[in-house]
């Protein structure tokens, strides 16, 4: 997975502007935020009106497993960046 790495990781983001790379950051994750609670939400409601045999049933299989892969490969970057955040707060602390 590429990561860019910021020119102003170690910057004060309060007393100045933000530059183009981190208004697009800013806007990526916003958007993110959003479809992560649409993802959650969609979720929910099928876990709340049907069971997990009717969804294996009803699905289309080989998708079903490419959605689950993805989602297999999110969890593992948001533990990433869980991870990142306690070794920060360690380093900091």
């Not at 790379?21 to 099928?46: G, T």
Request: no cysteine; net charge positive; glycine share 4%.
């Amino acid at each position: 997975m590429y990561m860019k790495k910021s020119t102003h990781t170690d910057q004060q983001l309060r007393g100045r502007w933000l530059d183009v790379d981190e208004v697009r950051l800013v806007s990526d994750l916003r958007i993110m935020h959003s479809k992560v609670d649409e993802l959650y939400q969609v979720v929910s409601n099928l876990k709340r009106r049907h069971s997990g045999a009717d969804i294996h049933k009803y699905a289309d299989q080989p998708v079903l497993n490419e959605d689950i892969a993805r989602v297999d490969e999110l969890y593992l970057w948001f533990i990433s960046l869980k991870e990142q955040k306690i070794a920060r707060k360690k380093k900091a602390g």
